[in-house]
C-alpha cells in the first residue's frame, strides 16, 4: 500500500461528499483536511483510479512532488500545514536538548517547571 495525499477541486457541497464517497470506495482514508484534502492509503495498481476522478486535482505520492503542487490548487495557509505535516510523515528533526537524561539530572529542567 502507498499512502497518498489527495488534493481535490473545490466543488459544490455535494459534488464534493459525492466525490468524497467515490474516494472512499477507491482507498482506505486515513485522515482528512476540510474538504480539499485527504490522506489515504491505496494499492500501487489503484493510482490512476484516484487520478482519473473528476474533481481529483492531485494525488501527491512522493514528498518531492508536493512542491511542484500547481499554484491552481490555491491551498490555504491551513491546508498547507496539513501538507507539510503528510509531507514530514513523522521524521524527526533532531536531537531534543535533555534526551536521554533524568528528570533529575544537574541542569536539566523538565520543559513545564517555569524558570526561575
Do not use: Y
Not at 459525492?18 to 492509503?41: I, K, N
Not at 484516484?50 to 490555491?74: Q, S, W
Not at 507539510?84 to 534526551?99: E, F, I, N
Amino acid at each position: 500500500m502507498i499512502e497518498v495525499l489527495m488534493v481535490l477541486k473545490a466543488l459544490p457541497e455535494a459534488a464534493q461528499r459525492a466525490l468524497a464517497l467515490r474516494l472512499q470506495e477507491s482507498c482506505t482514508v486515513v485522515s482528512t483536511m476540510g474538504p480539499r484534502l485527504m490522506v489515504g492509503r491505496v494499492p500501487p495498481h489503484g493510482l490512476a483510479v484516484l487520478r482519473a476522478l473528476p474533481g481529483v486535482l492531485a494525488v501527491i505520492e512522493n514528498v518531492a512532488d508536493l512542491a511542484a503542487l500547481p499554484a491552481a490548487a490555491g491551498l490555504s495557509d491551513t491546508e498547507a500545514l496539513f501538507a507539510s505535516g503528510w509531507a514530514a510523515q513523522g521524521q524527526k528533526k533532531g536531537p531534543r536538548s535533555g534526551a536521554g537524561q533524568d528528570w533529575d539530572a544537574p541542569g536539566f529542567e523538565p520543559p513545564d517547571t517555569p524558570k526561575r
